[in-house]
């Protein structure tokens, strides 16, 4: 098993940054992939960006390029997204997620940190 716990949530103005972290732990070795998902009130949960987790690909949904960064740190087990520019449109609930494959289904999942953007 793979156990996330995502930190770094909470209130900023728009046009603030904002930096969540995720620590992986558990069965590291069978990570492929790690991301970044979010869902706002009412909405359903969105992909917003991952990273190979061997490798330096990282992908972003087009509603955030530009704007935020993911990157991971193998040796501390950690995955960040650094998101700049926050908009209120970007107020969600924000889950860290592993799958053990590069394509697929995720597996494991944080329990979610909040970041409210207001305008």
């Known amino acids: 098993q793979v156990q996330l716990v995502e930190s770094g949530g909470g209130l900023v103005q728009a046009g603030d940054s904002l930096r969540l972290s995720c620590a992986a732990s558990g069965r590291i070795s069978r990570i492929m992939t790690m991301g970044w998902f979010r869902q706002a009130p009412g909405k359903e949960r969105e992909f917003v960006a991952s990273?190979?987790?061997?490798?330096?690909?990282?992908y972003y949904a087009d509603s955030v390029k530009g704007r935020f960064t993911i990157s991971k740190d193998n040796a501390k087990n950690t995955v960040s997204l650094q998101m700049n520019s926050l908009k209120p449109e970007d107020t969600a609930a924000y889950y860290c997620?592993?799958?053990?494959?590069?394509?697929?289904?995720?597996?494991?999942w944080g329990q979610g940190t909040r970041v409210t953007v207001s305008s």
């Open positions: 990273v190979r987790w061997s490798g330096d690909e990282t």
């Open positions: 997620a592993a799958r053990d494959s590069a394509y697929g289904t995720y597996k494991y």
